[in-house]
Structure formats: structure tokens, C-alpha cells
């Protein structure tokens, strides 16, 4: 079955307690995203993906780090949480076709709820 | 990417049609309409995309009016489980990411 697959689902922490939320695809896509989604701000990208050792900044990228170090894996690293991390974090896979990333092939993992104390 | 607009929510009776509208009345000629789904804090899900002609598939229907400044995305015999967020999103097929507002939640009533 083609999934995005998140570890952990829940995770409470302390701050400045490093920790990793893997992500892992299925698919043989080429691009992948991670998105934290809050009340009253929608989804916003964090990092993202084109391709093995080719990574770049989203739109909220202070204070994570990612890898991409095989096609099908795409961690996120939080080096030290602060509570304004608390948050639902989703991972996003898809194909690039032509040089474009193939939206309407776009597959969310479940979902990491992060509390961050 | 153009801006959107969607009701905040809409409720709708079990096996009736849903209609949730869109505006877009900023959408250029290379941006297309996508429409996702979000049931309860799960990932987000992909349903439709056009660009101006009308679109179905097995799950929806997709309405683009002829000026492409509004589309309706149709649910045609709503089901409980079809109870979610629906998000339209314009964009062209470049950029690196789907910018997500805040949908109109649907609640589908037995």
C-alpha cells in the first residue's frame, strides 16, 4: 500500500530535550515536505525536498534541522524544542514530473502531535 | 499564488449533494484550482485539480466558472465520513509547497 508513514504519532517533551520525527515514503518519490499546522494559521512548510542531499527552507524553518540522506526518508530534527514548537506536524511526499512537483499526487503522512513543556 | 476565499462552514444532509465554493477571483492564467481535505486532524488529502475546464473523478466533481474567478467543488451523495475541512488551493505547477487557508469545514448530517 502506498503511505507516508510518521514515528512517533504523540510525543510529549521538555525543552531543550533534542528529538527526531522520522518520515518515510513508499512511493520512490522525489519530494518531500515537512508542514506544522496550527489554530487560525493553516498549514505552513518547514523544510522540503527535491531530491537525495537536496533540501531547502520552507516558510517557517527556525529551529528544526532535516536530512535526506536515502530518497525514501526525510527526518525532522528538533535540536532543542522550545513550546512554540507544541504543535501538529505532517510529512508530505510526491513525484516530480518534468521538473515540477506533482501536486495532485501529493500524499500527507498521519500526523506527529508535538507537546513541547 | 492567488488568494482564495471559502465560507467558514457548511453543513449538509446525508446523501445529498455538497457544494463548497470558491473564490478566486486573482487566479492567473497558468494557476490551477485544487482542492484537498483534511478529515479531523489527519494528513490531508488530494481530491481534484483543474485548470479551466470542468473535472470528475471517482470522488468529486470540480466546476470552474468561464472567467475562472470562482469554482465549486461537488461531493454528489455526501456521506458521514465526507465530514471534514476542505481546503481550494491556487497555484501554478512550480514552487515548493500548497499554501493551505483555512478551508470550510463541512458537516455532512444523518
Known amino acids: 500500500e502506498a503511505q507516508v508513514t510518521q514515528n512517533p504519532r504523540y510525543l510529549i517533551t521538555v525543552t531543550g530535550k533534542k528529538l527526531t520525527v522520522t518520515c518515510s515514503q513508499n512511493?520512490?518519490?522525489?519530494?518531500m515536505s515537512w508542514y506544522r499546522q496550527d489554530p487560525g494559521l493553516g498549514l505552513r512548510q518547514i523544510y522540503y525536498s527535491m531530491n537525495v542531499e537536496v533540501t531547502d527552507k520552507g516558510d517557517v524553518p527556525e529551529g528544526y534541522k532535516v536530512s535526506r540522506k536515502e530518497k525514501r526518508n526525510f527526518p525532522l530534527i528538533l535540536e532543542s524544542p522550545s513550546p512554540n514548537q507544541t504543535s501538529l506536524y505532517f510529512c508530505?511526499?510526491?513525484?516530480?514530473?518534468?521538473?515540477?512537483?506533482?501536486?495532485?499526487?501529493?500524499?500527507f503522512g498521519p500526523g506527529t502531535r508535538l507537546t513541547v513543556l | 499564488d492567488a488568494k482564495t476565499t471559502q465560507p467558514t462552514s457548511m453543513d449538509c444532509a446525508e446523501g445529498r449533494a455538497a457544494n463548497l465554493p470558491c473564490n478566486h477571483s486573482t487566479i492567473s492564467g497558468n494557476e490551477y484550482v485544487y482542492w484537498y481535505r483534511q478529515i479531523h486532524s489527519q494528513g490531508p488529502q488530494y481530491i481534484i485539480h483543474?485548470?479551466?475546464n470542468n473535472e470528475t473523478n471517482e470522488m468529486a466533481s470540480l466546476i470552474i466558472t468561464e472567467d475562472r474567478k470562482s469554482s465549486t467543488l461537488i461531493l454528489p451523495h455526501a456521506t458521514l465520513r465526507d465530514t471534514a475541512v476542505y481546503y481550494c488551493i491556487v497555484r501554478t505547477t512550480s514552487g515548493s509547497r500548497l499554501t493551505f487557508g483555512e478551508g470550510t469545514q463541512l458537516t455532512v448530517n444523518p
Open positions: 512511493m520512490n518519490h522525489e519530494y
Open positions: 483543474g485548470l479551466k
Open positions: 508530505a511526499s510526491s513525484l516530480i514530473m518534468g521538473g515540477f512537483i506533482s501536486y495532485n499526487e501529493q500524499f
